[in-house]
């Protein structure tokens, strides 16, 4: 298969890379590292997206926005899949595969607001999908504190137990959704264990030698 990665550097973009690759399947990384860019919808040079994926058999979205903002995910995610949906179809690619999130289901705040967005206009689109869901990886507790921590003072964390899983093993599983061809949504990608956010950053703090408050917050959203 010829396999197109939306956001194929990211934290999941690497794991399924490899795993494609692994797999015997021919790439094609959608980066801006490699003149496509996603949310104004164009290719290498200004080309379009549907001349890019011209024999392209599926494309795995794992694209991501660095934002807590609901209105600045909306408007990242609605674009790419907007984009991506519709050079698909024009380029007539089979399957289109989008990674969300467990319990995204009337989510409509912060980063999540966005992941919702995308999940209805994959659902209502021509283009045959699959959805597949995970949980947080075990990477969240790095980006989160990336996101939220305020200078060296503390460490605000949403409230929230997980069920963390390795973003190695959900690159894997997105490839072998891939290589099933759609079936709307696949079953749901959970770790093993329930973990508290906080009690992870912690964890990754006491490993690190950082010595920095965790303040808990709600946060709506799964």
Partial sequence: MRIAIAGATGVVGRHVVVAAEAGGHDILSLTRRTG???????????????????????????????????SRSREFFIAVTQNLLRAERDAGVGHHVALSIVGIDGADASYFAGKHAQERLVAAADVP???????????FAEQMTARLSLGRMLTPIPVGRYRPVSAREVGVRLVEVA????????????????????????????????????????????
């Fill in 36 to 70: 496509h860019d996603l949310e104004r919808g164009t290719g290498p040079a200004g080309s379009s997206l549907a001349a890019a994926l011209d024999g392209v058999d599926a494309v795995i979205d794992v694209t991501s926005v660095g934002t807590t903002s609901a």
């Fill in 179 to 222: 290589e099933a061809g759609a079936v709307g949504r696949a079953r749901d990608l959970a770790g093993p264990r329930e973990e508290r956010l906080a009690e992870m950053v912690r964890r990754m703090f006491a490993h690190d030698g950082v010595r920095r408050p965790v303040v808990e917050f709600p946060l709506p959203g799964p």
């Fill in 129 to 139: 999908h699959t959805i597949l869901r995970a949980t947080q990886f075990h990477e």
